[in-house]
């Protein structure tokens, strides 16, 4: 009975300290983790953006007239021709 009670005691004395270990990482790396995040949100951002733009530029701009004018061409562009 006593190996499992030294057993258990020994398991939760490593649990604490990969606890503790695994916060003192995390309090240490925090601004490099963040800093990593953000770049590859911008990264992902821009890629998305650039790649949307086009499509939305295109459709955004209306089609330059082959002609000026009547529709029907009837009438010139310029009064008096």
Not at 2 to 9: S, T, Y
Not at 23 to 36: R, S
Not at 68 to 74: E, M, Q, W
Request: positive net charge; aromatic residues 2%.
């Amino acid at each position: 009975m006593q190996k499992v009670v030294n057993a258990v005691a020994l398991l939760s004395g490593l649990v604490s300290l990969s606890v503790v270990a695994g916060g003192a990482y995390l309090y240490l790396n925090k601004d490099a983790m963040i800093e990593n995040a953000r770049q590859r949100a911008i990264e992902e951002v821009t890629k998305t953006v650039t790649e949307a733009l086009p499509g939305m530029i295109s459709g955004a701009m209306p089609k330059m007239p082959s002609a000026t004018g009547d529709i029907l061409n009837t009438k010139p562009a310029i009064p008096g021709l």
